[in-house]
């Protein structure tokens, strides 16, 4: 099957959107499909690097953190891309690759499936002054991109249901993200683990408790640092990640009297991610804007109990008192961080639990859903597939 991707974020960023893609690249690599992925570049240049084309593209860093928009039209590629004839197209932003995908899929006649990533209705403080003229704002918007779909995925239930409530009038479909599992189960060397804290400057004896993500406002790191503050000294809050927030954040820091227990690690490179996971002894999040959550996973298979702010997305992933813990309040966070922090035995079952329970979101399981949906679509469209994988599927709400 040929496989087009598009997508405005791409490797060497990291977020949520781009671990989608690459794990569901390689998958389905792997699997023996034809993948191309369109995405920008981070310049004005256009060019192909092996079966990725980078599109010139602008920075609108002002729009949205890291955001970059198309600088070319494309034409090129477009063409390119069209004589390819890819037998679907699964687009995976609603912005300048977007309006690519759905030229490409309508000259060759492909299923356009897309994926929502994002609740913008909860990044309403980018765009609007007014939380429910941005929800209204954000539903507009998600019908329109939408409608010019033929299908579209959901990481999570909470997402399918909010798009429900958006009257989309295209099928949902929920297919939970999967991620990469042995970069987090794998063991690694004490010693680069103790060399990775000296570096950081946490005292080995310390217990960590860690986050990985930007560091925005939606992310409500203000209540881990309040946390932080009704803990014992011995206890260090790491933060993984850049963002708007993080001078706010080392201010508040410093105001609570946490400069030597609140460490700032910056960006680290995917490759490197594990790595801040193993320093950890909990994971912990109070965002509540998250589609899916792949940190929560990761943590997960790297052996940590999770305590995060309930979200419906978190359904089925942080399971209470198996392997961590959903807190409603600040009073219930820094109780449960407590428990475990208080009870070794508590927190290394909970750490087994946690490793086991990340096995069902593996990418391969990732990617055989999503192959079974493009059949579907496929299918559906005229063309020709594999009727058991259609099968398979299930019925698309």
Known sequence: MKILITSDWYAPAVNGVVTSVLNLQHELEKRGHDVRVLTLSNTHET????NVLYLGSVDANKVYPGARLRSCLGRQAVRQLVAWKPDVVHSQCEFSTFILARQIAAAVHAPLIHTYHTVYE???????????????????FSRIVIDHTSCVIAPTQKVKELLLSYHVARPVQVIPTGIDLSRFT???PAERSRALKEKLGIPLSNRVLVYVGRLAKEK??????????????????????GGPERRHLEAQAKALGLAENVVFAGMAAPEQVADYYRLGDIFVSASSSETQGLTYIEALAAGLPAVCRADPCLSGVIENGSNGWQFHTGEELRRYVSLLLGEPELRHAMARSAAQSAQKFSAAAFARAAERLYCAEIW??????????????????
């Open 186 to 188: 794998a063991p690694a």
């Open 220 to 241: 409500n790191l203000n209540m881990l640092l309040d946390c932080c503050a009704g803990l014992e000294k011995n206890v260090t809050l790491l933060l993984v990640g």
């Open 47 to 50: 060019y192909w690097d092996g």
């Open 380 to 397: 559906r469209n005229g063309g020709e597939a594999d009727l058991q994988d259609i099968e398979q599927l299930g019925e698309i709400v």
């Open 122 to 140: 909860d990044y309403t403080h980018y765009f609007s002054p007014n939380r429910e003229c941005g929800r209204w704002l954000a539903a507009m």
